[in-house]
Every structure is written in C-alpha cells, then in structure tokens.
C-alpha cells in the first residue's frame, strides 16, 4: 500500500494517529447515513466477540479490526476502506 508511508506512527505521536482516525471513521460513518441494516449486525457481533475474548489478543484484535474495517466499507468509499485497512495494519503494529 503506497499510503502506509503517509503514517509516521511512533511513541511520539500516537494521539496524532487516533485523531486521524477518529476524524476519518466519523466521516465514514456520516456517509453511511441511514443504510445500517447490514453494518449494524456486524458491528453488534464484533463488539460481543471483543467483550467476550479480551484475553485473546489475535481474536479480539481480529474483531476490532472487522468493526473498524465494516464502518470504512459502509462509507461506500474506496479511499476510505484503502485508508481504514492502512490504519488496521498500523494498528497491529
């Protein structure tokens, strides 16, 4: 992905990112506008799976990434779904 490059994540500036990332999913949830019939299900599932699996990073870490990438795809936007796996990868770093 050549926009990986665009994030400078480090120690230093993690409020940064998390800020970029909120900007960027309340835009793509704006966008979503009143079609939730299909991203409220999935976002309703994801948070159960995460409440239930905090002891398992890999899983919870799996279900976050579903919510966050399923609230970028409901912006039907590709940019914001390229933009959104971005942050998921970095996330996981």
């Known amino acids: 992905m050549a926009f990986d490059g665009a994030f400078c994540f480090s120690e230093g500036n993690p409020d940064d990112f ?22 409220v299900p999935q976002l309703t599932i994801a948070i159960e799976e995460m409440r239930t699996e905090t002891m ?13 990438l399923a609230i970028a795809h409901a912006a039907r936007n590709p940019s914001f779904e390229t933009v959104g796996s971005t942050i998921q990868s970095i996330v996981r770093i």
């Not at 398992?56 to 966050?68: K, L, P, Q, Y």
């Open 18 to 39: 998390v800020a970029v990332r909120v900007l960027i999913e309340v835009e793509c949830a704006r966008r979503a506008g009143n079609e939730t019939d299909d991203l």
């Open 56 to 68: 398992d990073h890999s899983t919870f870490m799996d279900s976050d990434a579903r919510f966050h």
